[in-house]
């Protein structure tokens, strides 16, 4: 089974569907999103519905933190310009989407697999998983083998062996096998908002019975989804930086 691995969409049409339609080319078979699926852009009543659709079909959806927010009040920690973008997001969703977030499970187990947004040892908490020291922190909080995150919008590969973790940056269409002997946290980065300096949309297909990984840079149509933004009355800075992926 190939299970195409969607991180942070964050309510971005264009970027979606440009990814969807490439794993769909890799003849993807299930689809897992690993949380925000809303926050920041324009378009999250068809992100939802597209996404539910998905789920509904024996795909996987978790908890994010943006996704989190637009049923409760945002945290302290987010920028002025992601609270606007939550309190709008609101303002767009019918109750059948509302519900649906509100029932999406922090995190979600299978086989090997772990599927989370954050991190596994606190998943509510939110805490970034931006070096090894993290990353170790998160795969020994977990049985599982695997580990798939999203929430730092970079990509990232961490293994762990005999106790030591190390970090590689993946490079965009090779495939890596990911040795027994070792446990894995794989980062695919960022669907809807990249944060890496490229603006391609990211996303990883996984391959269970060749136990690889492969990221995936998807150019996608940049300057409608910021248009889209602008035309909302969102802040600009979540549209301009959609253009140089930061």
């Not at 190390?166 to 944060?195: A, C, D, K, M, N």
Request: proline share 7%.
């Amino acid at each position: 089974m190939r299970i195409a691995l969607l991180p942070d969409v964050h309510a971005n049409r264009e970027a979606l569907s440009s990814c969807l339609e490439h794993a769909q080319r890799r003849h993807a078979d299930r689809h897992v999103f690993l949380g925000d699926l809303v926050g920041y852009g324009a378009d999250p009543g068809w992100v939802v519905d597209r996404i539910r659709s998905l789920v509904a079909r024996g795909g996987v959806a978790v908890l994010g933190n943006h996704d989190l927010a637009v049923m409760e009040e945002p945290r302290p920690q987010m920028s002025p310009e992601a609270c606007r973008a939550i309190k709008w997001t609101r303002s767009q969703l019918s109750e059948p989407q509302m519900v649906f977030l509100a029932n999406l499970p922090l995190r979600v187990e299978e086989e090997e697999r772990l599927y989370v947004h954050a991190n596994a040892w606190a998943p509510a908490d939110w805490e970034y998983i931006t070096a090894v020291f993290d990353a170790g922190r998160s795969i020994r909080a977990t049985c599982c083998r695997l580990t798939f995150c999203g929430h730092t919008h970079e990509p990232s590969l961490y293994h762990m062996t005999r106790g030591r973790v190390s970090r590689f940056r993946p490079v965009s269409g090779t495939e890596i096998p990911l040795g027994r002997s070792r446990r894995w946290l794989v980062i695919p980065g960022s669907v809807g908002q990249p944060r890496d300096g490229n603006p391609a949309a990211c996303y990883a297909l996984f391959d269970d019975s060749r136990n690889s990984v492969t990221f995936f840079r998807v150019p996608y149509d940049s300057e409608a989804a910021a248009r889209k933004i602008q035309q909302a009355g969102l802040p600009q800075l979540l549209g301009s930086r959609l253009a140089i992926g930061n």
